[in-house]
């Protein structure tokens, strides 16, 4: 905590999220272009094959993030509280400007909902695409890990623009999280009270 700001996220927190981020549209890109054959997408790739290659070994970087992500994100999503249900029962605060929503850790409830549907459809996603991409002969596993691996997507297409309209329009200030990892103090103090005051109490101890 200097000049007013705290760091919320460390810089390794934001390349996993960008290069996540890409890899994730690349890959709805080259899904969706071998899928249904859509030629347009040649222009870019090439041709099928190649598309389908592109999706494959990005398909191993989104595992390895999606690994990186549980590191980071798995201990505050355990750390689901009262304090979290209260805050999803009011809305996090969103529906009323004079909501007082319950204190925050690091991650709002919200957030934590949101790492738990990353985790969740991120694994289901990478362990159904090497199913498919390194087992296709297997017809039992084929067709359930394409089950899982559509339903997954569709999960993430679902909540990636609710997660972009709530830590943007819906919450000024959030959005220089993932560009500079830091935000003001006071604006970390009114909305992760919890997670401000543990580490002020650490620094005092200190």
Known sequence: MTDGMIRKAGVFEIVNHWAMSITFLVLGATGFG????????????????????????????????????????????????????????????????????????????????????????GVAMAASGFIIWLMPGVKRWLLLSQLAHNVSFDLLVFAIPIHIYLASLASPGSARIMLSGTVPLAWARKRHAKWVAALESKAAVE
């Open 34 to 121: 071998f899928l249904f054959h859509m030629e347009k997408m040649n222009v870019i790739f090439g041709d099928f094959n190649r598309m389908r290659t592109v999706h494959n070994w990005f398909g191993v970087a989104f595992s390895v993030l999606v690994l990186f992500k549980i590191v980071l994100y798995l201990p505050h999503v355990l750390s689901f509280d009262g304090d979290d249900v209260r805050w999803l029962l009011q809305g996090g605060g969103y529906l009323s400007k004079n909501a007082v929503v319950p204190p925050q850790g690091k991650l709002n409830a919200g957030q934590k909902l949101f790492a738990a549907v990353i985790i969740v459809a």
